[in-house]
């Protein structure tokens, strides 16, 4: 199964016959062989969704919904299964997982209640008119997902989509196609018609491209990269299609003094930490207030210093980078972090007791400047930067000022303060006291760099709907 590719309901073979290898990061060794998409296999995905579409598009809600749930059934039937298999294929800790796999599990209930629920609206306009506007799916979407969520990310759009009437094609990162191609064979079990679901695996740079820019393709959603985002954007431009980017972040969590510092901090490891660092809302900046800043640093580096890092099957707080050439990346932060005089807390190396595995220490600087690159550039990876502060206008003025607006965290008592700060910090999401609180009814994006549109929440379907305006004369 994982290589080919799944068209129609069906595995097969890439046209060409080329593959390209998975590895477990955490031993480098190859754990199987992938099919490498060309832009023909590609098309024949497209041409099956967009085959599939003139009758999925008449399905009734109900019965969308049976499949969905049907779909979120089988997915928790084998949780185990598709965890194992996220973790071994992408790294992460077996616990980060599982939760994974349950919130795809949401992300098919959610999408399966909300089926008979897409309404247009009645509009007056004179006496003998009714004006009415009535919702329909676009058509062939396609899901292009990145690596550090491969099951979640490609589970968060899919089910919106095949809930609002349309059909798919979905294309994961090359590092993490697994449970994607797993993902087929449980909506073919579920029973989803062919064609409704095509998964193709490959490089971004011809199957993604191919994809994208596919005439037959009504809407992109993307998660990933700013820059590959600002590529979809225009390939989306050459067909006039909508795109929905999800893109990085640089998220600032703010630290005042009068905080439960306690929580504060271990919101921060977590929101630092979690994925080893490779999550797109995790905390990358954390700005405490200077009262308690040598207080704060110095429990940081502790906290810090004992967690630890191994396979993900062994469950650890950190599992290893998802590949070598993102080690050099994260390696490469380090190393201009230094040269540009940060400060050195914890981590900063490979672990010594680590011989094969794209292990990472966790690591924290000091001592940063908020005009340093470090403070300013998403590493995506874990690597924290501590950055002290004065005051609601120096803090907002040290967090606004970065290109990226995903997610920001404010830890106070002072409520006030917490709500004007809401008000001003420039994200897509903002968090009071906690970090992280995204469940998949709530809209989910960011502002500037981090993306346009959002997904979860009713929101999101809306990225898969069309309005038709209806006037009717009947005087
Ligand atoms: P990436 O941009 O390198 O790749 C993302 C996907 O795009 C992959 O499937 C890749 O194969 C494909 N791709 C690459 N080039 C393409 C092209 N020219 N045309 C079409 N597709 C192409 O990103 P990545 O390294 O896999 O993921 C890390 C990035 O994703 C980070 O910046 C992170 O912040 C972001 N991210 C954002 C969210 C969010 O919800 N906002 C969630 C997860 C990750």
Redesign the pocket.
């Known amino acids: 199964m994982f290589d080919q590719l799944f068209i129609d309901n069906e595995f097969v073979a890439p046209a060409a016959g080329r593959r390209f290898d998975a590895i477990d990061p955490a031993t480098e060794q190859r754990i199987a062989t992938l099919a490498l998409a060309d832009a023909g296999d590609v098309d024949r995905a497209v041409r099956s969704a967009h085959r599939a579409f003139a009758a999925w598009r008449r399905t009734t809600p109900a019965e969308r919904t049976r499949l969905l749930l049907k779909a979120a059934a089988l997915v928790e039937a084998r949780r185990d299964e598709i965890a194992r298999l996220e973790t071994l294929d992408m790294g992460k800790p077996l616990r980060e997982s599982l939760a994974n796999v349950a919130r795809a599990v949401r992300s098919f209930e959610y999408a399966a209640g909300a089926t008979d629920k897409l309404e247009g609206q009645s509009i007056p306009v004179d006496a003998r008119s009714f004006n009415f506007t009535h919702l329909e799916p676009v058509g062939v979407t396609a899901h292009?997902?990145?690596?550090?969520?491969p099951f979640a990310?490609a589970c968060r759009s899919l089910p919106v989509a095949l809930a609002a009437g349309c059909t798919a094609v979905v294309?994961?990162?090359?590092?993490t196609c697994l449970t994607t191609l797993l993902l087929g064979d449980v909506l073919r079990e579920a029973g989803f018609p062919p064609g409704v679901v095509n998964i193709v695996t490959g490089?971004?740079?011809e199957a993604?491209?191919a994809?994208?820019r596919h005439p037959l393709v009504r809407a992109i959603t993307?998660?990933?990269?700013?820059?590959?985002?600002q590529?979809?954007a225009q390939?989306a431009s050459e067909h006039v299609r909508p795109v929905v980017l999800?893109?990085?972040?640089k998220n600032p969590q703010l630290v005042y003094a009068d905080a439960d510092l306690d929580l504060a901090l271990r919101e921060t490891v977590r929101g630092a930490f979690t994925n080893a660092g490779q999550?797109?809302?995790g905390v990358s900046r954390v700005l405490v207030e200077r009262p308690a800043y040598t207080r704060y640093v110095e429990a940081l580096r502790e906290r810090v210093e004992a967690l630890t890092v191994a396979p993900g099957l062994d469950d650890a707080d950190l599992g290893p980078l998802v590949s070598e050439a993102h080690r050099r990346t994260v390696a490469g932060h380090v190393s201009a972090a230094r040269d540009e005089g940060a400060r050195l807390v914890a981590g900063g190396s490979v672990p010594p007791d680590r011989g094969r595995g794209w292990f990472f220490r966790p690591t924290v600087f000091d001592q940063v400047d908020p005009a340093m690159r470090i403070a300013r550039e998403?590493v995506?990876g874990p690597l924290l930067v501590v950055i002290p502060f004065d005051g609601d206008e120096e803090a907002l003025a040290i967090a606004n000022g970065v290109e990226f607006g995903?997610a920001a965290g404010i830890f106070t008592r002072d409520l006030g303060r917490a709500m004007r700060l809401v008000r001003d910090l420039e994200a897509g999401m903002v968090w009071v006291n906690e970090w992280f609180q995204s469940p998949v009814q709530v809209p989910?994006?960011?502002v500037k760099h981090?993306?346009i549109g959002r997904?979860q929440g009713l929101a999101a379907f809306a990225n898969y709907l069309q309005t038709k305006d209806v006037a009717i004369r009947f005087g």
């Open positions: 292009i997902t990145p690596w550090n969520y990310n294309k994961p990162a090359s590092e490089s971004g740079t993604g491209a994809l994208a993307f998660t990933g990269s700013v820059g590959t985002g590529r979809i390939y999800e893109l990085g972040g999550v797109c809302t998403e995506f995903l989910h994006g960011g981090s993306g997904e």
